[in-house]
């Protein structure tokens, strides 16, 4: 079974940074895209950044140019989200999403972290 374990969140006044980082355990042998999503109390789960195998990166509308999603060069199972500039609004518990082929595994399944709390304080 793999598992995404996600740390880095707590809490920050607004305009301050945090950053996220997303490990897939070692049993990991392909990655498709690794992914943020957020959920905030009363909200549906929403995608915040992406990233995909080819290189490529999406962004939701109000984050872009304040956060940046990467995936570390070195432990390609290891995904970053570095968050500048925060608002109260992006408040949420932030979630890893990841797309993976597990090693002696034929297909690709979707796996989810367990979540980590950001609170960004006015």
């Known amino acids: 079974q793999v598992q995404l374990v996600e740390s880095g969140g707590g809490l920050v006044q607004a305009g301050g940074s945090l950053r996220l980082s997303c490990v897939a355990s070692e049993n990991v042998f392909l990655v498709n895209f690794m992914a943020w999503y957020r959920q905030s109390p009363g909200k549906e789960r929403e995608l915040v950044a992406e990233?995909?195998?080819?290189?490529?990166?999406?962004y939701m509308d109000s984050v872009k140019g304040r956060f940046t999603i990467s995936r570390d060069r070195v432990k390609k199972n290891t995904a970053y989200l570095q968050m500048d500039s925060l608002r109260p609004e992006d408040t949420a518990v932030y979630y890893c999403n990841a797309e993976v082929r597990a090693t002696g595994v034929y297909g690709w399944d979707v796996f989810w972290g367990p979540g980590t709390q950001v609170t960004v304080s006015s």
């Open positions: 990233i995909r195998s080819s290189g490529a990166i999406n």
